[in-house]
């Protein structure tokens, strides 16, 4: 298993920045690509950024190209997510997820394991 946990979530005014991490345990996390969903209140899940097992792909819902940055750091097998000019409709629960398998994907039923979630708030 990969137990993942995220952190760095909270309350910005909208254009702030914030960057959620996400740590994975286990021996691993190289083994497996990563990627971030997020859930609004009243809607479905959604893909928000994705990254290849050894971090050379990466892949942007529309709505955050250009403004969030996905990485990870299989050194400290840690996944992060810098976001930028943050938007109102961008408040949601973001968690991680993790999936075995070199390329990462939008499809939330393809990924193995999942983190508990970070609530993420922007202000207008």
């Known amino acids: 298993q990969v137990p993942l946990v995220e952190s760095g979530g909270g309350l910005v005014q909208a254009g702030g920045s914030l960057r959620l991490s996400c740590a994975a345990s286990?021996?691993?996390?190289?083994?497996?690509?990563m990627g971030w969903f997020r859930q609004a209140p009243g809607k479905e899940r959604e893909f928000v950024a994705g990254i290849s097992l050894i971090g050379v792909s990466t892949y942007y819902a529309d709505s955050a190209k250009g403004r969030f940055t996905i990485s990870r750091d299989s050194a400290k097998n840690m996944l992060y997510l810098q976001m930028n000019n943050l938007k109102p409709e961008d408040t949601a629960v973001y968690s991680c997820?993790?999936?075995?398998?070199?390329?990462?994907?939008?499809?939330?039923?393809?990924?193995?394991?999942w983190g508990q979630g970070t609530q993420v708030t922007v202000s207008s």
């Open positions: 997820a993790a999936r075995k398998n070199f390329l990462t994907s939008m499809r939330a039923h393809e990924y193995d394991y």
């Open positions: 286990g021996r691993t996390f190289t083994s497996y690509a």
